[in-house]
């Protein structure tokens, strides 16, 4: 199995924030992804919280100064 790398390095803020999206929609449940952007995605975090509340896990990989990576993870959902 091999983890998808989406690099948003030199896209428009606002397309990164629907890029993600559709990538992480993508993802198999338990199944993870890393961002890679040139700045502090938190701004997509922010996004992420909005849509899919609950629904993903986000740790900080790298954290700049150049390159920012960001291992977005699709968690199981429980509901008992």
Same mark, same amino acid.
């Given at each position: 199995m091999s983890i998808m790398e989406l690099d948003t390095r030199g896209h428009e803020q606002s397309h990164i924030n629907n890029m993600v999206?559709?990538?992480?929609?993508s993802l198999p449940v338990g199944e993870k992804m890393i961002l890679v952007n040139d700045t502090d995605p938190s701004h997509v975090f922010d996004h992420l919280e909005e849509k899919r509340y609950g629904k993903?896990? &986000?740790d900080y990989v790298e954290e700049g100064p150049? %390159? &920012?990576k %960001?291992?977005?993870a699709k968690k199981y959902l429980n509901y008992i």
């Open positions: 999206i559709n990538s992480f929609d993903f896990e &986000w150049d %390159v &920012w %960001v291992s977005l």
